[in-house]
């Protein structure tokens, strides 16, 4: 079973066209392993991307070199899945 | 498993198991306006069922809702589950609804993705795409919404098995995709198609594989802009609305742009909320309003397919 320890999803905001590309290009990195739950579209809607905890210090780099703003949508992803799995469990009995 | 659609949790998440069960208590409860059809099998063999909300004759005018084409979207399936009651709450009692089922058929297909779905609840809950295996590839799965056939393996979709918007070696290659595919085909009198995913909030129309607008743009928007405003008016939800391209990002193969071509004019996609802050991990107390308020955005456009045969 696939767990999601320490994984996070980053809001990234962009400001303009070259901030698109440079997130368009982060998507190619498949070494990252990153999940885009949302975009990268353009600058009205913000890019949503589950992180494996692997690649965060990478991924929050590249960010921050290239001017690209960004915030911390889900700390530990895992922790939401525990919590749905209990309420499931809870529910059902 | 529920013994009843009475006593059936709508506010928690189920299994497959327990929403097909849930199907059959359904139709069970009310023979005379919902039966359940098999429109093919998953990959992994998994029946994938419509139920068929009808008062009578066959090949009617009908409207198409589906959910759960991306099994993670979980708050997608536990709304169809909730319309699917809330139809039959409703017919004989709102004169809206009675009124659209008199003169229109419903399909649902609560779990479009049913190997995904049976996947998130066992091995990954962050799984989005089908099950099938790719030859060549150690990745599996096809996203079935960039496998239509509608601008396929164009920008906006990936050819990477291991891709997370991979597109499929071919359109239609995935059953899922391929069994509606040819339930539309055959009906042939489908008026409405509404795709549901989550999140973002936002109700989108074609095109998303080109910048050209639709030739029904402006009424599209105008449908789309009324649904909005509806489905606002119960907790001020803010959504979005506009093409798929303009408002979000460039997707091809998706399956409203193929419904549209196919000539189903009113052809719209929904994400459903829930404001970025959970993701696909929507909290269970959240079912109930997220289908409250998307309820009176599929009536909007449900009236007015009702209003404005073609």
Known sequence: ?93 | MPQSVETFNYASYHTLDEIYNFMDLLVAANPNLVSKIQIGNSYEGRPLYVLKFSTRGTKRPAIWIDTGIHSREWVTQASGVWFAKKIVDSYGKDPSLTSILDNLDIFLEIVTNPDGFAFTHTKNRMWRKTRSINSGSACIGVDPNRNWDAGFGGSGASSNPCSETYRGPYANSEREVKAIVDFVKSHGNIKTFISIHSYSQLLLYPYGYTKTRAPDYQELNNIAKAAVAALSSLYDTQYRYGSIITTIYQASGGTIDWTYNQGIKYSFTFELRDRGRYGFLLPANQIIPTAEETWLALMAIMEYTRDHPY
């Not at chain 1, 070259?18 to 990195?29: C, F, I, N, S, T």
């Not at chain 1, 690649?55 to 911390?72: D, T």
């Open chain 1, 1 to 93: 079973k696939e767990t999601f320890v320490g994984n996070q999803v980053l809001r990234i905001f962009v400001a303009n066209e070259a901030d698109v590309e440079k997130v368009k290009e982060l998507e190619e990195l498949q070494e990252l392993q990153l999940d885009f739950w949302r975009g990268p579209g353009g600058q009205d809607v913000p890019t949503d991307v589950r992180v494996p905890f692997a690649s965060l210090q990478a991924v929050k780099i590249f960010l921050e070199s290239s001017g690209i703003r960004y915030s911390i949508l889900i700390d530990d992803l895992q922790t939401l899945v525990d919590e749905e799995q209990t309420q499931m469990i809870r529910q059902h009995f």
